[in-house]
């Protein structure tokens, strides 16, 4: 897409309203986009700081550091921060400074909205964190809350886990409702459908599917609240429930979740790969409906997750065959990233770095998906470290990476400035080689038998949980050299050209760099 | 804010309970599912049929297990834990339980068949897990099932898993225990 600004004229509108009323009354789409990001980067810190936790227990067998109950409860909220708190919010605060950009709107098609989206964020896991002090501890019974651990023998803080659920469902559709709104009739014209940019394209599918399934969620909770304190049985089997239909409904909710946090990853890798390959995208129309298809067929496969609960053996065989059906589009994006990098002329830039080793790591995760899905073979691995290895593969050097890509890519757009080139590299390479080191290991003794969610484990494990613990450390390590790089970034540095990077195609790079405060007051004229 | 916009938000607000409600909507949803489809391997009441008894029956061997929900105190036990039978035959098994407490109780017991497609082939006429058990303090009994497996049953299979779980359901007592009134009819 190429695209001509007459002139910037518009420019000089107004800036941005001074000191703290600033942040807490805005309702630009910037300003807000900030925001997620700065706050999804302090709940990556938060549950960065409980992995170390979980991983310093795990560095000898034995019990060393925490009490299995507090352990119970790391492992608990590292997982619901890093997804409700960590990557979710982050993908939230990439769309709301790029998709007005990318399509030639002037902000969010509902601006009072998204900054009420954003700010009761705060608050959901405000009291989330909160009942870490309370009596009977913060909620233990991991990140996939099944009943009846999390209703009959859950710790009283569980009604604070549903609140906190709640909002963050609420913020969580508010956010999507205003995404597909301002996609759907904000788009300058010539903008088609079949015109917008990929990571548009990738956030449009990921709306629809918050949408569809948060509200589920929501729901879920419900249950769970209505259960503990309202006496009804929906899990309780004594009363006439069923503990197996709360993992129905929850994985009904969770499995469009892990696509939630991988597609607009998918949007981000194909702009990244196309401007330092220096070539146009290849396949663009199959990058659109790989990730359709992907978002349809993900209604269809949450039994995956339960395979070892007593299902049908014909229910076994089509949640398999449905899953395997999802490598497909998968690997045709896959596929069509390697076309785009074939005879570009690629330089490997930080952000190329990383798009580079999201492919090549999240196709590894998605491989062992696939030995996942195989039902026989499940009961093998089910509930074992080889889970933990393949879904830390894709959402960490899957969905983080990405954002850490985005972050690189756009940031000299965002601030002005460039970034340390030397420093970025750095922080990659020790991200790459921490990631690595800690979760490639975790195949072997998933594989070996040990199992997940445990303060201890048996001597066989020992040397694979110790090489673990110590990429663990360099990863979190590295983290705060990526803070650093990021402040220093906004602090000063290159100033940027606006196109900033030779091979950038697409709206937001014929805008002025910073942004201005105001952008496509006026739509622009696309050829 | 332009009419266009206007209708996608509409659209999108009325998909967000419409959502909720669905989630909710899944509790009965799995129900109707496995009921039509039969895939959930449950056993239902059937009448006496000439055409199941056979003289040809193969060796089986049907394995009981009871198990007692939490904080249930009864003693639920089958009188054999195995029984050798051939297809195409009635026959009749016990469990013994006894109320342990100083109070009246209301008991239930919610059965399950493994492999789960043996189920099919597996018949009762009778069972205690179609009914309520009511016993007094200290009283006890013997609950029979009257069973027969149909000789279309897998060849495969060489034995049967017939499982039971027993819960204290004296406070729910009123209304009979939801997802099995439902099961019980047929």
């Known amino acids: 897409m190429s695209a001509v600004i007459e002139n910037h004229h518009d420019d000089h509108h107004h800036g941005p309203a001074k000191g703290l009323t600033r942040w807490l009354y805005t309702t630009n789409h910037k300003d807000i986009g900030t925001l997620y990001l700065w706050f999804s980067f302090a709940m990556f810190l938060i549950g960065g700081a409980m992995a170390m936790v979980i991983r310093a227990e795990l560095f000898q067998p034995g019990m060393q550091i925490v009490e299995p109950e507090f352990y119970n409860q790391m492992i608990t909220l590292h997982g619901l921060i890093m997804i409700f708190g960590g990557v979710m919010p982050a993908f939230v605060g990439l769309a709301n400074w790029l998709v007005p950009m990318m399509i030639g709107a002037p902000d969010m098609a509902l601006p009072r909205m998204n900054n009420l989206s954003f700010w009761i964020l705060p608050f959901a896991f405000f009291i989330l964190l909160s009942s870490l002090f309370m009596e009977g501890g913060a909620p233990n019974f991991g990140w996939t809350f099944y009943a009846p651990l999390s209703t009959t023998y859950a710790p009283p803080s569980v009604t604070f886990f549903i609140f906190s659920v709640h909002i963050m469902g609420a913020s969580s559709i508010m956010g999507a409702i205003n995404v597909v709104v301002t996609i759907m009739n904000m788009r300058a014209p010539g903008v088609g459908l079949m015109k917008m940019p990929l990571f548009v394209w990738s956030w449009l599918i990921t709306a629809y599917l918050l949408i569809a399934v948060m509200p589920v969620l929501a729901g879920a909770v419900t249950m769970m609240l209505m259960d503990i304190h309202f006496g009804t049985s929906f899990f309780n089997a004594a009363g006439g429930g069923d503990p197996v239909l709360f993992q129905h409904i929850f994985w009904f909710f969770g499995h469009p979740e892990v696509y939630i946090m991988i597609l607009p990853a998918f949007g981000i890798v194909s702009h990244i790969i196309e401007t330092f390959s220096r070539k146009q995208l290849f396949g663009y129309s199959s990058m659109v409906w790989a990730m359709l298809s992907i978002a349809i067929l993900s209604f269809v496969v949450w039994a995956h997750h339960m395979f070892t609960v007593g299902l049908p053996l014909a229910a076994e065989l089509f949640f398999m065959w449905a899953t395997m059906l999802i490598a497909v589009p998968t690997g045709v994006k896959v596929f069509n990233w390697i076309a785009t990098m074939f005879r570009g002329s690629i330089t490997f830039e930080t952000p190329m770095l990383f798009a580079c080793a999201f492919v090549v790591l999240f196709t590894m995760g998605g491989f062992s998906g696939l030995m996942l899905a195989i039902t026989p073979a499940d009961f093998q691995y089910h509930d074992t470290y080889f889970v933990v290895a393949h879904f830390h593969y894709v959402l960490v050097p899957g969905a983080i990476f990405s954002i850490m890509a985005a972050v690189y890519y756009w940031i000299p757009k965002w601030c002005g400035n460039m970034y340390d080139e030397r420093l970025g590299k750095l922080h990659f390479w020790l991200s790459f080689i921490g990631v690595n080191v800690t979760f490639f290991p975790q195949h072997f003794i998933g594989l070996a038998g040990m199992p997940r969610r445990y303060p201890d484990y048996a001597l066989q494990f020992a040397d694979w949980n110790m090489v673990s613990t110590v990429g663990a450390f360099l990863f979190g390590v590295s983290q705060i050299l990526f803070l650093f790089i990021v402040v220093k970034t906004v602090m000063g540095g290159k100033k940027a050209t606006d196109q900033v990077w030779e091979g950038a195609r697409g709206l937001e790079w014929t805008v002025a760099s910073p942004a201005p405060y105001h952008t496509f007051t006026t739509p622009p004229k696309i050829d | ?186």
Not at chain 2, 70 to 80: A, G, I
Not at chain 2, 129 to 141: D, I, K, S, T, Y
Not at chain 2, 160 to 166: A, E, G, P
């Open chain 2, 1 to 186: 804010m332009n009419s266009d916009a206007k209708k996608t938000l509409k659209k999108l607000l009325i998909a967000v309970p419409l959502m909720f409600a669905f989630g909710f909507a899944l509790v009965p949803l799995y129900d109707v599912f496995c009921e039509v489809t039969g895939i959930n391997g449950k056993v239902f009441q059937s009448d006496y049929e000439d055409e199941l008894l056979t003289d040809d029956g193969r060796p089986l061997a049907v394995q009981f297990i009871s198990t007692n929900n939490e904080n249930m105190p009864w003693v639920f036990e089958p009188s054999e834990k195995v029984m050798k039978i051939s297809t195409g035959e009635y026959y009749t098994a016990t469990f013994y339980v006894k109320n342990t407490t100083n109070k009246k109780m209301v008991a239930q017991a919610v059965p399950s068949v493994a492999p789960s497609n043996a189920a099919a082939h597996l018949k009762k006429l009778e069972c205690f897990c179609f009914e309520q058990q009511e016993l007094m303090p200290g009283e006890e009994a013997l609950l029979p099932v009257k069973l027969l497996v149909s000789n279309e049953l897998p060849k495969n299979i060489k034995n049967i898993i017939m499982s039971y779980t027993i819960f204290d359901i004296t406070d729910y007592n009123d209304e009979p225990m939801a997802g099995h009134e439902m099961n019980m009819e047929h």
